[in-house]
């Protein structure tokens, strides 16, 4: 019967462990930049799990102590938040980060880039029905952004000049070849 409840006598320890781990992770989650949970890059998924890990492991092994957990916990924080800042400079932000990418262009998808994003045109339908979108048509362009959101730009009537923010987000996408996003393709 060991297997299924262990000894009794330790259950006490990990109950505080698990505790104080608890609250320690929330104090250096607290302490640190909110992008740690807000906002999933990559560098932001990493230290979820690896803080995740530690507080499990911390709580439940016998032979982690409670300082290894925390030294652990604080060290995976301060990485993130060094990582964070090395976003900064643009050859570390393209190292860490995924780029703006096109997936649909004046109503027509490319589906090169759906592909290389690991999407399907099911998984775009979905997100623009989702949106209120319901015709190609009607979508100037689709961004799909560095953190994994999707934008979506209508096509005005008026064929107005793109936004500047808009503007931004092609500056900076992959493989996207329209130099001049002002002008319609036809």
């Known amino acids: 019967m ?6 009794w006598a330790s259950l006490g320890a990990v109950v505080g462990k698990a505790a104080l781990i608890y609250l320690a992770a929330l104090l250096v989650l607290r302490l640190s930049q909110r992008r740690t949970l807000a906002e999933w890059t990559i560098p932001d998924f990493v230290t979820a799990v690896a803080v995740g890990a530690v507080v499990g492991r911390t709580a439940i092994a016998s032979t982690q102590s409670f300082v290894t957990g925390v030294v652990a916990l604080v060290t995976f924080v301060v990485l993130h938040r060094v990582i964070n800042l090395a976003r900064f400079k643009p050859v570390f932000g393209r190292l860490l980060e995924h780029q703006v990418r096109v997936l649909v262009a004046h109503g027509r998808i490319r589906e090169d880039q759906l592909r290389l994003c690991g999407l399907t045109t099911g998984d775009l339908f979905a997100h623009l029905r989702q949106r ?6 009607g979508i100037r362009y689709v961004l799909y952004e560095t953190t994994g959101g999707l934008t979506v730009v209508p096509e005005e009537d008026d064929a107005g000049p793109v936004p500047e923010l808009v503007r931004a987000g092609l500056r900076e996408s992959r493989d996207f070849p329209e130099r001049t996003p002002d002008r319609r393709r036809g």
Do not use: A, D, R
């Open 2 to 7: 060991w297997w299924l409840t262990g000894e």
């Open 132 to 137: 209120g979108v319901f015709e190609l048509s």
